[in-house]
């Protein structure tokens, strides 16, 4: 295969094969095959050179980490014809091998077998970098069928996940709508448990008011001398009474603060429980509302100020003092911080928590409270705005139970005057105002000034209920008075029905009105005059059972 030159030589050239070509010995078929010999050493060469470079390119190739997947496929094609090119190349020159070796058996036949084997081996290696290429190829399409599989199914997810969003918003809306309609229901159980308990705890407020303004020269009767004035958040229910009145209780938490929608159920559904006394479930749910409201908002938050105005009220109702004063306290230090400290939120807290501390007793601490929430109410609304003067019935009681008379008689009129200059003689509160300060004023011993007021009180409901006052149409106190001057006269007066059944005329303000005459019964009996005093009581009698009797048939 190979031809190797010695210097010095006898002989210029001998042949691997044994014979001494420059004697001419050798035949001329036996050059011929000398010749084909020498050109397959130089294929030879030639398929190992490519071969060494086509194992290059597959390093290079599997180097090529950066390369992305469409440029790894392309080379590797690009390969893939280089090896079937060198294939075929080694199959031309193993076949010339072959058939030399078939036609002729040249001296040299084991190193043409032997070259014959390393072509052969090289055929093999690269029928295996084609087979290789081949599955890399394969896999290279089936990468692109899973990519694109997966872009399909990116595409599902995106239309599932639309989907799931309008599904969503859909969800939402109806939760609305069923948030809606649940505080509607809610609403409306609130109404008719108002309606039913209203009916129920009529008698006791007469009884209450009754005690406070019949006085004698011992203390009041009354355990809580902080009483039920009005029906908002001033307002105060008095000890040993039935649960606040769902109306009243709301008022008193939310007064300057609107209640959040996503607290509004929850806050319907705690007075539904707290007025019908069923403190076991108010309580939790509005434990849990909290302690939900302080994961999700913080603890310095309006809402959870709100919810612990709510939990204060429960509280009080249950006669747990101290817990409700420090859930107040609470709520008061969160208004102030998130609210600011004018505003009227602040102001309902502070009056809450100063009726919290008259039902305790404590009037002196009660006082400033009262008071300052009395200026944020006069900054925000006015000096002459009506909740301005509900403050000032507030006050006016913890002045009272302190013996500051002077101060409770101004407060008193600047609320009577600002009631009628605001809203008219015949509003409700100018009859409880005056009420009020009759009973101030039966504290001091002025009979007189409060007598005035009692009359002022019932001669304006028997205007309203039968028109202006003549010599046949009376009001009440003076037929109670008639009665008192003619008792020695006539031995058996006429019936109380005969003067016009003037007690049907106290259901216009009830209780006020019946208050009224017991009240000023009781004033009447201190003088003497015990003929008029039991025709104004038994009037008040009478017109409580009619109420009765009516609300009886109602429920029939």
């Not at 649940?182 to 008698?203: G, N, P, R, Y």
């Not at 100020?305 to 107040?328: F, G, H, P, S, W």
Request: hydrophobic share 30%; aromatic share 6%.
């Amino acid at each position: 295969m190979f031809r190797i030159f010695r210097k010095g030589s006898k002989s210029s050239e001998k042949e691997v094969f044994g014979n001494d070509v420059s004697k001419g010995s050798a035949p001329r078929d036996d050059q011929k095959g000398v010749a084909k010999g020498l050109r397959s050493s130089s294929c030879s060469r030639d398929v190992s050179e490519s071969l060494q470079e086509t194992g290059k390119k597959i390093e290079s190739i599997g180097r090529m980490t950066a390369l992305t997947q469409e440029e790894v496929v392309s080379h590797t094609r690009t390969v893939v014809q280089g090896l079937e090119a060198l294939r075929n190349e080694h199959n031309s020159i193993l076949t010339g091998i072959n058939s030399s070796l078939t036609h002729q058996q040249p001296p040299d036949s084991n190193v043409v077998h032997e070259k014959a084997g390393i072509i052969q081996k090289s055929l093999d290696q690269i029928e295996l970098g084609l087979s290789e290429a081949q599955i890399m190829l394969a896999l290279a399409s089936h990468l692109q069928t899973v990519e694109a599989e997966k872009q399909k199914l990116r595409a599902q997810v995106r239309r599932l996940c639309q989907e799931n969003a309008w599904l969503r918003d859909e969800l939402a809306s109806t939760q609305q709508k069923l948030q809606a309609s649940e505080q509607h229901v809610a609403q409306l159980e609130e109404d008719k448990k108002h309606l039913e308990f209203m009916s129920t705890i009529k008698k006791y407020d007469a009884d209450v008011q009754d005690s406070e303004s019949s006085m004698e020269e011992k203390k009041d009767k009354s355990d809580d001398p902080v009483v039920d004035l009005f029906p908002d958040d001033d307002a105060d229910d008095r000890a040993a009474m039935s649960p606040t009145p769902p109306s009243q209780f709301a008022q008193q938490v939310n007064a300057g603060y609107e209640i959040p929608a996503r607290l509004r159920t929850l806050h319907n559904l705690v007075i539904q429980y707290a007025s019908q006394g069923r403190y076991e479930v108010a309580v939790p749910l509005c434990k849990q509302a909290l302690e939900d409201l302080e994961k999700t908002s913080g603890h310095d938050h309006p809402d959870v100020a709100t919810m612990l105005n709510i939990l204060a009220l429960v509280y009080r109702d249950q006669n747990k003092y101290k817990e409700a004063a420090n859930l107040l306290n609470d709520a008061l230090a969160i208004r102030e911080k998130t609210l600011g400290e004018n505003h009227p939120a602040v102001a309902a807290t502070l009056n809450n928590l100063a009726v919290l501390y008259g039902k305790r007793g404590k009037y002196k601490e009660a006082e400033p409270l009262c008071k300052r929430a009395l200026e944020i109410r006069e900054k925000v609304l006015g000096r002459d705005h009506p909740d301005v003067a509900k403050q000032l019935n507030n006050l006016a009681l913890l002045c009272q139970n302190q013996g500051k008379y002077e101060e409770v008689e101004r407060y008193y009129q600047r609320a009577l005057e600002i009631y009628e200059t605001k809203l008219g003689p015949d509003d409700p509160n100018v009859a409880k105002t005056k009420n009020n300060l009759a009973s101030a004023y039966l504290k001091q011993g002025k009979y007189k000034e409060a007598e005035i007021l009692y009359k002022q009180v019932l001669t304006r409901a028997h205007e309203r209920e039968f028109g202006a006052i003549d010599g046949d149409n009376k009001p009440i106190w003076q037929v109670a008075e008639e009665r008192e001057e003619n008792k020695n006269k006539v031995k058996d007066s006429a019936p109380y029905g005969e003067y016009g059944g003037w007690h049907k005329a106290a259901k216009v303000d009830s209780p006020t009105v019946t208050t009224t005459l017991k009240n000023l019964g009781a004033l009447y009996r201190r003088q003497g005059k015990y003929e008029a005093a039991e025709t104004l009581e038994d009037c008040a009698i009478r017109s409580r059972k009619e109420n009765e009797a009516s609300k009886f048939n109602v429920r029939s």
